[in-house]
């Protein structure tokens, strides 16, 4: 946990902004904020109601906000992100169809 808590104090000092900005079809973007807590990442962002399928290791805190706990066996804040990242690709932008087509 706290190898992890230094790495994102590392992002955040070197200017990264806690988000992630996704681009949808129809020119629309989604827009992910992420923060670190004391139980893991924490991050958020306007589903428009549209349903939501993570797996098991993302935890609902409501309908907006989500929980990927801190997990024993990963060292890297990259596979935090990334673990994110691929649940919000697979249970929600390609769930819901809202992938931008590739031209």
Same mark, same amino acid.
Do not use: C, H
């Given at each position: 946990?706290? *190898?992890i808590?230094?790495?994102w104090? #590392?992002?955040?000092n070197? $200017?990264?902004?806690? %988000? /992630?900005?996704? #681009?949808l079809? =129809?020119?629309?973007? +989604? +827009?992910?904020?992420?923060?670190?807590?004391? #139980? $893991?990442?924490e /991050?958020s /962002?306007d &589903?428009?109601a %549209?349903?939501v &399928?993570f797996? $098991? =290791? *993302?935890?609902t805190? @409501?309908?907006?906000?989500?929980l990927?706990?801190y @997990? #024993?066996y990963? =060292?890297s804040?990259d596979t935090? %992100?990334e673990?994110i990242? =691929?649940?919000?690709?697979? $249970?929600?932008i390609?769930?819901?169809g +809202? /992938?931008?087509?590739q @031209?």
């Amino acid at each position: 946990m706290n *190898i992890i808590k230094e790495q994102w104090n #590392e992002m955040i000092n070197l $200017g990264a902004m806690p %988000l /992630f900005e996704v #681009e949808l079809k =129809d020119n629309e973007y +989604l +827009l992910v904020n992420l923060a670190i807590v004391d #139980e $893991g990442i924490e /991050f958020s /962002f306007d &589903s428009n109601a %549209l349903p939501v &399928s993570f797996d $098991g =290791d *993302i935890e609902t805190i @409501n309908s907006n906000r989500y929980l990927l706990p801190y @997990n #024993e066996y990963w =060292d890297s804040l990259d596979t935090y %992100l990334e673990e994110i990242s =691929d649940n919000i690709g697979e $249970g929600f932008i390609l769930s819901n169809g +809202l /992938f931008r087509e590739q @031209n």
